[in-house]
């Protein structure tokens, strides 16, 4: 119970925080602000995709149906934290580059994982037996999680980037960040990676309760 | 498991023999290979008219043919097995790897048999100029190679879902994305006049795409084809 009470407070101190106590960055000025946001919510996409993945590979060794639905249910949260990190990219893009959408890397890369999750649920509801859908599912899923070394090396030779990079890591992959944007950004990282694994586990719980109601 | 290479060889290559002879009979999935393909080449070729289209252009048209080609005929293979319910024999008849490896090997020389249709059909009606041949050919043979590597294990999930047509384009089209890009390319590059060695990045990600996928499809697909 503690940490939900921590969570409340701790989101709303990033939400104030970020519009009042945080400084602009030099190039982008206020529009810089929803790095707090976006940038969470892209990870948690990023990570969704991984818990699914290491869910079917667990399914696939043991045969467990809990497997299978956690991989679900992370494939269905990692859909809609993508769809928030294209949103919120977007209006980046709109204030910053004048147009909602670019074709920038990793705009593309988000569509791709987007039209991945999007390809996963459509195969869930095709197969309606639970243990046929467990097996299939999990085989693509791990599939399309192999391909995106992949889309690393290829995407971004196709597109050139605006996407601003100084901002977190620099050239040679440091963590380039001022103190106080730092002690603004964890956090928000934090609570958002809490915040995923909180809806991820209600789900489990609503899963459980409406098999139970089924028998 | 198989005890030696060579039988093992021998096995895939049999099964690989008896869909070509099978196709040879129907001709159903080469014939809507081929027929996607002309309509659409036909297509494009009306609606561009007198109009000469660009290097860029046609390297797109050309790997957009190919995909949707696939994508009309490729997971036919599995289908096939599933609506005349021989896949229980074919499951006694060997390991799941040796299905594999038979399955993928008739998809790609159905697409080695497709591309020696439509390049000179190209050729002849959109002007498409194989300026550098040796990496012309090198990258359509490769990019089949990834293109059937991945589609064969897609055809084998599909064939077992309820709802087949629309499904095999929408599981196919992510995955896929690094090969019609390192496909798409590499036929600029040859059509465009480039040496051999220009196109090296391109004919490495193709190599190893499908090699990955080739590992990963052999460990995968058992529990597919079990289901």
Known sequence: MWWKILLLVGMSLIIILTFTWSPPQAKLGDVSRIFYFHVPVAWVSVLAFLVAMLNSVWYLRTKNLQFDTNSGIASKLGLLFTFLATVTGSIFAKAAWGSYWNWDPRETSLFILLLIYGAYLALRSAVPEETKRAALSSVYSILAFVTVPFLVFVVPRVFKSLHPTDSIVDKNLKIQMSGQVSALFFPSLLAFTVIFFWMYYLHQKVEKLSAKKEV | MPTSLSLWASRVLALLGK??????????????????????????????????????????????????????????????????????????????????????????????????????????????????????????????????????????????????????????????????????????????GARFSEGWGQLRLLVSFSVVMLTVSLILFEFVWSE
Do not use: C, H
């Open chain 2, 19 to 192: 869909e070509i002879k099978t196709e040879l009979r129907t001709r159903y999935a080469f014939n809507s290979l081929l027929m996607f393909s002309v309509v659409t080449l036909t297509a494009v070729s009306f609606s561009v008219g007198q109009f000469a289209l660009s290097v860029q252009v046609k390297a797109a048209l050309y790997w957009l043919i190919l995909f949707f080609a696939s994508m009309a005929g490729l997971a036919q293979v599995f289908i096939k097995e599933e609506e005349a319910k021989t896949s229980y024999l074919l499951k006694l008849a060997g390991p799941a790897s040796i299905i594999y490896l038979g399955k993928f090997l008739y998809n790609w020389v159905l697409l080695l048999v497709l591309q020696v249709i439509i390049i000179p059909l190209f050729v002849i009606f959109l002007d498409l100029e194989l300026s550098n041949l040796a990496l012309f050919l090198t990258v359509s043979v490769l990019g089949s190679l990834a293109l059937s590597a991945a589609t064969t294990i897609i055809g084998a999930i599909v064939s077992k879902a309820n709802v087949k047509g629309a499904l095999f384009a929408v599981l196919s089209f992510p995955l896929l994305i690094p090969v019609l890009v390192a496909g798409i390319e590499g036929t600029q590059l040859a059509t465009g």
